[in-house]
């Protein structure tokens, strides 16, 4: 049973790393951390039902799935790093 979810491994490690990234981002916005809190958790639980609805019909794509989850991580990695560094910045300069 576990062996037809194998190939969505990837994408749920990207999936974690993803929600770390918005919430940095979040935090580095000045975003309320309950606010923040629980949309993550919304999006978590509505992942978790579009992945139990969807895995039949996307097991064959799973491949391109993976790609675009790990492009869309390094992306947002690569923005949340920017601005972390812009407020850096700011914070030193004592703006």
Do not use: C, H
Request: glycine share 12%; proline share 2%.
């Amino acid at each position: 049973m576990l062996e037809e979810y194998l190939p969505f491994v990837g994408l749920i490690i990207f999936g974690n790393i993803e929600n770390l990234i918005l919430s940095s981002q979040g935090v580095v916005n000045g975003v309320d951390p309950k606010v923040l809190g629980g949309l993550s958790i919304i999006a978590v639980i509505a992942w978790l039902i579009i992945g139990f609805v969807a895995t039949d019909l996307a097991i064959q794509y799973s491949n391109y799935i993976s790609f675009i989850g790990g492009l869309a991580i390094f992306i947002l990695g690569l923005i949340s790093i920017k601005d972390a560094v812009i407020n850096l910045r700011k914070a030193k300069r004592g703006e």
